[in-house]
T-cell receptor, first 114, second 110 residues
């Protein structure tokens, strides 16, 4: 068990560019979550998958954001036409389905949009 | 709607006891989780409550009252390394999503 892995750790991009982040969950976990966190705030839910199915998306997830989990293993989060307000830490977490199973977080991808 | 409240900041002295409160109003309830997050790091799981009462885990305990929509995290024998943000999260029973509070930043002073 190597934990949840996220790449890259840091991304600096110019406004208007597209960015893509990757998350590799704990292998036996079938649920995968994406959160966004800004300084001094708790994580805000973006979306989650059970296996390859995307089961819920937040209203915060505008049409510029898309997430995939094509084979029920790793996931990608893409942000198109980035804006300065997208600057945040993007956290991925995975869990089992069972009640009481906690989220296990990756170290996050810090995005800075200039 | 979903609403989770926690105090923004707390300060305590090394060796003391501190209680961090969390109140919640959510559309469903399937358990309450506490996480610790050191600056610049990912949140790590501390405790879980789904039934009313106290769960003890070493220096950390967590309490839940579902009728009051209230939980607290109790930290005993505080150490400097306990300086961190503490996040309260509720798992709803519709989408199985985890909704997080804003976090409480705890500073432990010598």
């Amino acid at each position: 068990d190597t934990g949840v892995s996220q790449n890259p750790r840091h991304k600096i991009t110019k406004r208007g560019q597209n960015v893509t982040f990757r998350c590799d969950p704990i292998s036996e976990h079938n649920r995968l979550y994406w959160y966004r966190q800004t300084l001094g705030q708790g994580p805000e839910f973006l979306t989650y998958f059970q296996n390859e199915a995307q089961l819920e998306k937040s209203r915060l997830l505008s049409d510029r954001f898309s997430a995939e989990r094509p084979k029920g293993s790793f996931s990608t989060l893409e942000i198109q036409r980035t804006e300065q307000g997208d600057s945040a830490m993007y956290l991925c977490a995975s869990s089992l389905v069972e009640v009481g199973s906690p989220l296990h977080f990756g170290n996050g991808t810090r995005l800075t949009v200039t | 709607g979903q609403n989770i409240d926690q105090p923004t900041e707390m300060t305590a002295t090394e060796g003391a006891i501190v209680q961090i409160n969390c109140t919640y109003q959510t559309s469903g309830f399937n358990g309450l989780f506490w996480y610790q997050q050191h600056a610049g790091e990912a949140p790590t799981f501390l405790s879980y409550n789904v039934l009313d009462g106290l769960e003890e885990k070493g220096r950390f305990s967590s309490f839940l009252s579902r009728s009051k929509g209230y939980s607290y995290l109790l930290l005993k024998e505080l150490q400097m390394k306990d300086s961190a943000s503490y996040l309260c999260a509720v798992r709803d029973n519709y989408g199985q999503n985890f909704v997080f509070g804003p976090g409480t930043r705890l500073s432990v002073l010598p």
